[in-house]
């Protein structure tokens, strides 16, 4: 039997070898991410656009990043208090849909956040945009938008729109329908689509403005009436809708977006292993027929082209903003 022992300098050479190993990038001693389920919190109550959108992409994403992927929907605020949490959250495992509410309308309308949209975040992908479509009660007695705006012109402050909540996508969509037909209707926010949608079905409001998948249902089902849509050209699923461009005001366009996002504070390797997912995840066949049946398009941008979009976005917004005077809750 062979009873030598290791001397010394062998002992050395092994230990760092050894630890020449643990420290190889990629090697099995890494700690796998994700090591968890990740948990993509969407900042607005069930029931509306930006669920559909969160549903679809983690449930694509769960495929192959490793962990599940599970939504939790977190209203309040306009959104910033789902910002806050994921802006402070340390598990390297909550991320958060961004949105044109929290991303490009917030930042101008609150005179103080509990979030910094461009330096607390990081911009993974932009997952979709989302058409918006302008809808009344069956009841009310007209049957496209030049008939509306007619109709409220009649009435001036006597017209109720609802919408998601104070500087939502479909308050801004709104105020931008009522700037260029020179209207005056009054808004009731709600904290969230979901109870919004119940008011109107029950007439309790008279009109809104609300992304397209969570609205396809009720229009056909006669529960709401499209008066028009917000996109450049018409929908292939309302063929029979005409756009506001097209009832009168050249050049408006108005769709929502959804993209995810990542606290800042993430390592950049778990940044960019997530990108690649989500990047994967928007573009495939899956999500993107999932998407469609809603009427929403799937995008899928990087993470570079994303972070450029909300720029673009935050432009934008401001100018509406500042014009249409649009006030957070309570101020």
């Known amino acids: 039997m062979n009873t030598l022992k290791p001397n010394r300098r062998d002992l050395l050479k092994t230990g760092a070898a050894l630890a020449s190993a643990l420290w190889l990038p990629g090697s099995h001693a890494q700690p796998a991410w994700p090591s968890k389920p990740l948990r993509l919190v969407v900042p607005f109550a069930p029931g509306g656009s930006s669920e559909i959108v969160a549903r679809a992409v983690a449930s694509e994403m769960a495929k192959t990043i490793g962990q599940n992927v599970f939504v939790e929907n977190k209203p309040g605020a306009a959104g910033n208090i789902a910002m806050q949490e994921v802006a402070n959250s340390t598990d390297d495992h909550t991320l958060i849909l961004g949105h044109i509410g929290t991303l490009a309308v917030n930042p101008y309308i609150f005179a103080r956040l509990p979030y910094d949209a461009d330096k607390d975040f ?13 809808v009344v009660h069956p009841d009310l007695p007209v049957k496209n938008l030049r008939e509306f705006i007619a109709y409220a012109k009649t009435k001036p402050g006597q017209l109720n729109y609802g919408s998601a909540g104070n500087g939502s996508a479909g308050h801004l969509a709104f105020e931008y329908l009522k700037m260029v037909s020179e209207t005056f209707m009054v808004h009731v926010p709600y904290r969230g689509t979901g109870p ?3 008011d109107l079905m029950g007439g309790r409001l008279q009109a809104a403005s609300v992304g397209a998948p969570a609205l396809l249902a009720f229009i056909k089902a006669g529960k709401l009436r499209c008066i028009a849509t917000g996109t450049a050209q018409r929908l292939p699923q309302l063929p029979d809708v005409p756009t506001v ?10 769709t929502q977006w959804y993209g995810l996002m990542a606290p800042s504070k993430w390592p950049r390797a778990h940044i960019a292993r997530l990108e690649d997912e989500a990047i994967k995840a928007s573009r495939s066949p899956q999500v993107q027929e999932k998407l469609a049946q809603e009427t929403a398009l799937a995008v899928g941008s990087t993470g570079a082209e994303f972070d450029a979009f909300i720029k673009t976005e ?4 401001k100018a509406v903003i500042a014009r249409a005077q649009i006030k957070p809750d309570g101020v």
């Open 196 to 198: 919004m949608l119940t």
């Open 245 to 254: 461009a097209e009832q009168g005001f050249k050049g408006f366009e108005m």
């Open 314 to 317: 935050q432009t934008r917004w």
């Open 122 to 134: 990081v911009p993974i992908t932009l997952v979709s945009k989302v058409p918006s479509l302008y």
